[in-house]
């Protein structure tokens, strides 16, 4: 069984940073591209930031410049380091995992930015 645990989520200023976690129990996680999503309530989910296995990353307009994604394999993580934080941040984030026909989700954290 394949897990995604996310974790880092919680309630922060406008302007400030969260750093977002996601562990992996994928048996050989460094062949999976890995991704970060959120859904605003009343939404769809919508792609954050993804990184391949060959960490090519990918970002959304509306972050670029303020989070940054990341993977450290030996841990089976996946890391979005998001700056500058703005109120339209604010959503459900998600971990994604996907190889060939293969794709998973995490549970999902909860990020609020509010003053």
């Known amino acids: 069984q394949v897990l995604l645990v996310e974790s880092g989520g919680g309630l922060v200023q406008p302007g400030g940073s969260l750093r977002l976690s996601c562990a992996a129990s994928?048996?050989?996680?460094?062949?999976?591209?890995m991704g970060w999503y959120r859904q605003a309530p009343g939404k769809q989910r919508d792609m954050v930031a993804t990184i391949t296995s060959g960490h090519r990353t990918n970002y959304a307009d509306s972050v670029k410049g303020r989070f940054t994604i990341s993977r450290d394999n030996r841990k089976k993580t996946l890391y979005l380091q998001m700056n500058s934080l703005k109120p339209e941040d604010t959503a459900v984030y998600y971990c994604n995992a996907y190889y060939s026909d293969q794709g998973y989700w995490g549970q999902g954290t909860q990020v609020t930015v509010a003053s």
């Open positions: 994928l048996s050989i996680f460094s062949i999976y591209g």
